[in-house]
């Protein structure tokens, strides 16, 4: 895993557009992240938080080129960009020069959620090349692209049901899992298991845990039991912030291991 630098061809590139909460701060927003793909040339976006759209040109990332979209469950924070992108995708410019076909997945409840903003805005969001898929833990793919859905313990926020952590295989290179907002639970060690990079959310500190999410130690347990080669961390509460979250992770975990900076690219 490299971080930052040049841009390499033929690698897959994960940029972190918000590494924070909704609690947001100046050097941190709220979460998104897009990761390059390198068979297709073009972009999936993981949980667009608000000030994801904002974010995107810093990143080098044409927003033309997005043909995915994972959603890993429906609190604000985690999907409220995707309304952005949908009403950009409308603009008559874009749709004259053409435009991909945008898939969406998420878990239960992504149907209601795009049904109440047609409700509210109508046509400018009721995009054409719009597929929308409510999936349960299990295998589906895109194209080339295998995503693995496991269970989440996070509250969905819309509908009764799972929130989910996804693992991204794509054919001759490094394997990526997300786990999007999740305490412990044995379902992420499978889908973590030999990842070369894990993005793991790491809400807050030993001293103030919260039902739903990560703690440091608990991060670094998963790291270590599902055998990852790279941890990575992200989504911090300020409390998260204020700790010393490393020496907190070095109970459970002696791999690399880094915390995410807004706007910070990862190569695998």
Known sequence: MAAGGEKKPGRIR????GSG???CSAGRNPPGYVLEDPLSESFLLLD???GTWARLPRAGVDPRRIDRVLITHYHVDHHADLLALLFARHNPRWREEGLPPLFVAGPPGLNRLLEAWRGL????VD??????????PGE????????????????NGIAEGT????RLEIPGHPSFCYTGDTEEAGSLVEAAREAHLLLCECSFPEEHPVPGHMTPAAAGKLAREADVRHLVLTHFYPRA???DLVAQVRKEWDGSLHLARDLETFEL
Not at 14 to 17: F, W
Not at 140 to 155: G, N, Q, V
Request: hydrophobic share 40%.
């Open 14 to 17: 994960i940029t972190v557009l």
């Open 21 to 23: 909460s909704i609690m």
């Open 48 to 50: 667009p938080g608000p």
């Open 121 to 124: 805005y109508g046509e400018v």
């Open 127 to 136: 995009d054409p090349g719009l597929e929308a898929r409510e999936v349960e």
């Open 140 to 155: 589906f793919s895109r194209d080339h692209l295998l995503i693995k859905a496991a269970p989440a313990r996070h509250p």
């Open 163 to 166: 929130s989910l952590s996804y």
């Open 241 to 243: 912030d204020e700790a």
